[in-house]
């Protein structure tokens, strides 16, 4: 089945914790990207890849990193979270970029405390 | 200036009856329209694309686009209660960079 997956789907931490949510995907998509998603906010890009080695900032990339090493995985790491990236993550991929639909995975609720 | 704009709603429509969506964008040339459809705590679902003007028919599900006019539309005919979600609108192309741009959604419900 095709599909996006991402883990954990909800974690609870606290401030200054590194963490790190895994993304991946089984549809050789060239394209990637990590969103974040708060009330009256809409979906804002974080980060996105173009391909293996290829990533760049989206629209609110302050406080996270990312990685492309393999062309199926795209992780997010925040390396010292704060209580304001406490949202709903979204990763998602599409076989390049803006032109094609996007496929999103089914979401990381996370809460910094 | 918001990029992509969606009117937050919430719409309310009778069940059966033709719910419409409205989305607008900036002046820039966009190239590539999506409406998601999103339930409660789940993730975006892609429902329509759409890249040229006119109309594109899928089902009950009809989007519209007008470039010369900015906006880009979605209608759903026999709007049922699982019809109910945020509808996103996006936007995408090259005066965007390599992202697609999402309006703050549209709250559907469907009363029966």
């Known amino acids: 089945e095709a599909q996006v997956t991402q883990n954990p789907r909800y974690l609870i931490t606290v401030t200054g914790k590194k963490l790190t949510v895994t993304c991946s995907q089984n549809?050789?998509?060239?394209?990637m990207s990590w969103y974040r998603q708060d009330p009256g906010l809409g979906l804002r890009q974080i980060y996105y890849?173009?391909?293996?080695?290829?990533?760049d900032k989206g629209d609110v990339p302050e406080g996270y990193k990312v990685s492309r090493k393999e062309k199926r995985n795209f992780p997010l790491i925040l390396e010292s979270p704060s209580p304001n990236q406490t949202s709903l993550y979204f990763c998602?991929?599409?076989?390049?970029?803006?032109?094609?639909?996007?496929?999103f995975g089914p979401g990381t609720r996370l809460t910094v405390t | 200036q918001k990029e992509v704009e969606q009117n937050s709603g919430p719409l309310s429509v009778p069940e059966g009856a033709i719910a419409s969506l409205n989305c607008t964008y900036s002046?820039?040339?966009?190239?590539?329209f999506f409406w998601y459809r999103q339930y409660s705590g789940k993730s975006p679902e892609l429902i329509m694309s759409?890249?040229?003007?006119g109309d594109k028919e899928d089902g009950r599900f009809t989007a519209q686009l007008n470039k010369a006019s900015q906006y880009v539309s979605l209608l759903i005919r026999d709007s049922q209660p699982s019809d109910s979600a945020t509808y996103l609108c996006?936007?995408?192309?090259?005066?965007?960079?390599?992202?697609?741009?999402f309006g703050a959604g549209t709250i559907l419900r469907v009363k029966s």
């Open positions: 998602a991929s599409s076989l390049t970029s803006f032109s094609y639909e996007q496929y």
């Open positions: 549809m050789n998509h060239e394209y």
């Open positions: 890849s173009m391909n293996v080695e290829v990533t």
């Open positions: 002046d820039r040339v966009s190239q590539s």
């Open positions: 759409i890249y040229s003007n």
């Open positions: 996006a936007a995408g192309g090259l005066e965007y960079g390599n992202k697609l741009v």
